[in-house]
């Protein structure tokens, strides 16, 4: 079957830098996604990555590996504002969207 | 956690046709349900949101008159393309809050409808 797994929660400092992993097993590939949501909003886009390196924008970076099947979001110098579920996404071969549960990210002062 | 279906996966259909996807949340009850577009390579977009009995909130650009959407019940939300045209043919995904005492803020997804307007 299809999966998508990530860390439930996970907690950093403000300031600090935190990455966040995703692994995947799908049927096929035709991207990852990482999306931000804060609790009760529609979800935003972060990145988008469909070849392996690292993609880097701004503060946040995504990493791809496809041969692994892996992906890591990377968050630099923390703010409290980055609080938020972070939703690892793959596209398949169908174009279906397969849903990671999201890594709860808690920052603290 | 908790499970939306959305149906159908996949519809081809011919233009000026118009079709219906389903949203439903399986094992709970969903006040509040989310409507997103996505074209390829590009972020999720939110359509509308819809709270069950009553009118939906579109977004800025989105033409409440041919995408309607219905949220009779607490586990139903239904999202209709009338009049379908090419450009219309896109990945449409559902999300859905759940109400009352069980309302966490999380956001439960569907798995997706590809639609395609030939």
């Known amino acids: 079957g299809q999966n998508i797994d990530q860390p439930t929660e996970m907690t950093a400092t403000e300031g600090a830098i935190v990455q966040i992993n995703c692994t995947y097993q799908t049927s096929g590939f035709n991207g990852l996604f990482w999306y931000q949501q804060h609790a009760g909003e529609a979800p935003t886009f972060l990145s988008y990555n469909v070849l392996d390196g690292l993609e880097e924008k701004g503060r946040f970076s995504s990493f791809l590996s496809r041969s692994k099947g892996y992906s890591y979001l990377l968050l630099k110098e923390l703010q409290m504002k980055d609080s938020a579920s972070y939703l690892c996404?793959?596209?398949?071969?169908?174009?279906?969207?397969?849903w990671g549960a999201g890594t709860k990210l808690i920052i603290k002062p | 956690g908790a499970v939306v279906s959305q149906h159908p996966s996949r519809v081809i259909c011919k233009s000026g046709t118009s079709v219906k996807i389903e949203c439903r949340s399986l094992?709970?009850?969903?006040?509040?349900m989310f409507w997103y577009r996505q074209f390829p390579k590009q972020s999720l977009m939110l359509m509308a949101t819809?709270?069950?009995?009553?009118?939906?909130?579109?977004e800025q650009g989105v033409e409440k008159d041919k995408f309607l959407i219905n949220h009779a019940s607490l586990t139903l939300s239904t999202l209709t393309v009338t009049s379908a045209h090419p450009e219309d043919s896109s990945f449409y995904i559902c999300?859905?809050?759940?109400?009352?005492?069980?309302?966490?803020?999380?956001?439960?997804f569907g798995e997706g409808s590809r639609l395609t307007v030939l």
């Open positions: 094992d709970f009850q969903a006040t509040t």
């Open positions: 819809s709270n069950e009995g009553s009118k939906a909130t579109y």
């Open positions: 996404a793959v596209m398949d071969s169908n174009y279906q969207l397969i």
């Open positions: 999300s859905a809050r759940e109400g009352g005492q069980g309302d966490t803020g999380e956001l439960f």
